[in-house]
Nanobody, 124 residues
């Protein structure tokens, strides 16, 4: 129904920046809230950021607040995660997700559609 493809991951030094992109296809992109998650060292999937359908509501995990910015361009069917001041602790696989649920926020179970993930590695 909705297909998501992440891009933009890679290797950076601590303090550097990366911009992740999530391209959506299928149904109307603006009907879905979007989230970014990451798979932590303990292999649990961790909430990173949320953006509402129109982009007016944003939620961030405390661990990334002030460093990461989520955004979306509905005309381009794309969501973004701008990551600044990267730390080695940010090293993991990042996933974008889409949900048609009105009350979807931080829970991985709120989201119906997931990308394949993109690796982010931050060296010290």
């Amino acid at each position: 129904q909705v297909q998501l493809v992440e891009s933009g991951g890679g290797l950076v030094q601590a303090g550097g920046s990366l911009r992740l992109s999530c391209s959506a296809s299928g149904r109307t992109f603006s009907n879905y809230v979007m989230g970014w998650f990451r798979q932590g060292p303990g292999k649990e999937r961790e909430f990173v950021a949320y953006i509402s359908r129109g982009g007016s509501s944003l939620i961030y995990a405390d661990s990334v607040k002030g460093r990461f910015t989520i955004s979306r361009d509905n005309a381009k069917n794309t969501a973004y995660l701008q990551m600044n001041s990267l730390k080695p602790e940010d090293t993991t696989v990042y996933y974008c997700a889409a949900s048609a649920f009105l009350n979807a926020r931080k829970d991985v179970n709120d989201y119906q559609y997931w990308g394949q993930g993109t690796q982010v590695t931050v060296s010290s």
